[in-house]
């Protein structure tokens, strides 16, 4: 069975920082590409950022470029987000998610997620 | 970045009917979109991708049709757990989500 497992979520002051962390089994981990998508409490989704299966390609989306870092440990089977200068906008639940092999940006399995909190 | 709007925002149905849900991308994109469900407290899951493709294990009751700019999703004949959040997702450039339809119960 595929299973994503978030952690590292959190309550944190404006200007913070917070490492969350996914991890996976059930699949060849470093055969896929994958993802950090979120949703701020009772809003729509938001696609964060993405790391292809060798970390060569990534992306961030505009909201969190020079602020988040994504990576991934192939050895652990893992994703990683790197979340710096936090502000309020940032409160979310945040999703790990794999791309599907039908496309890169193509989500076929969502772990349950893990809420952070920015707030003074 | 490419804007997807959802219409309705709230569609009421009752079991049996059928749901018809629209998706319009701001430019054309051109069968890149999916649909993703989500339930109260879960993830969200795909339904269906390249517009109108179903996902693996995913009811033949739930089709997609479009190209361009505009989509739909349809559950011909809506069933007690169908109830819930639709979004459309597309991946012609960086992705982006529509803000969602809610299913609910008339």
């Known amino acids: 069975e595929v299973q994503l497992v978030e952690s590292g979520g959190d309550l944190v002051q404006p200007g913070g920082s917070l490492r969350l962390s996914c991890a996976t089994s059930?699949?060849?981990?470093?055969?896929?590409?994958m993802n950090w998508v979120r949703q701020a409490p009772g809003k729509g989704l938001e696609w964060v950022s993405y790391?292809?299966?060798?970390?060569?390609?990534?992306f961030y989306a505009d909201s969190v470029k020079g602020r988040f870092i994504i990576s991934r440990d192939n050895a652990k089977n893992s994703l990683y987000l790197q979340m710096n200068t936090l502000k309020d906008e940032d409160t979310a639940v945040y999703y790990c998610?794999?791309?599907?092999?039908?496309?890169?940006?193509?989500?076929?399995?969502w772990g349950q997620g893990t809420l952070v909190t920015v707030s003074s | 970045e490419i804007v997807l709007t959802q219409s309705p925002a709230t569609l009421s149905s009752s079991p049996g009917e059928r749901a018809t849900l629209s998706c319009r991308a701001s430019q054309s994109i051109s069968n890149y979109l999916a649909w993703y469900q989500q339930k109260p407290g879960q993830s969200p899951r795909l339904l269906i991708y390249?517009?109108?493709k179903r996902a693996t294990g995913i009811p033949a009751r739930f089709s997609g049709s479009g190209s361009g700019t505009d989509f739909t999703l349809t559950i011909s004949s809506l069933d007690p757990e169908d109830f819930a959040v639709y979004y459309c997702?597309?991946?012609?450039?960086?992705?982006?989500f529509g803000g969602g339809t809610k299913v609910e119960i008339k």
């Open positions: 998610a794999r791309s599907s092999h039908s496309g890169s940006y193509l989500i076929d399995c």
């Open positions: 059930g699949f060849t981990f470093s055969s896929y590409n």
């Open positions: 390249d517009a109108s």
């Open positions: 997702q597309q991946r012609s450039s960086w992705p982006t």
């Open positions: 790391i292809s299966s060798s970390s060569t390609t990534i």
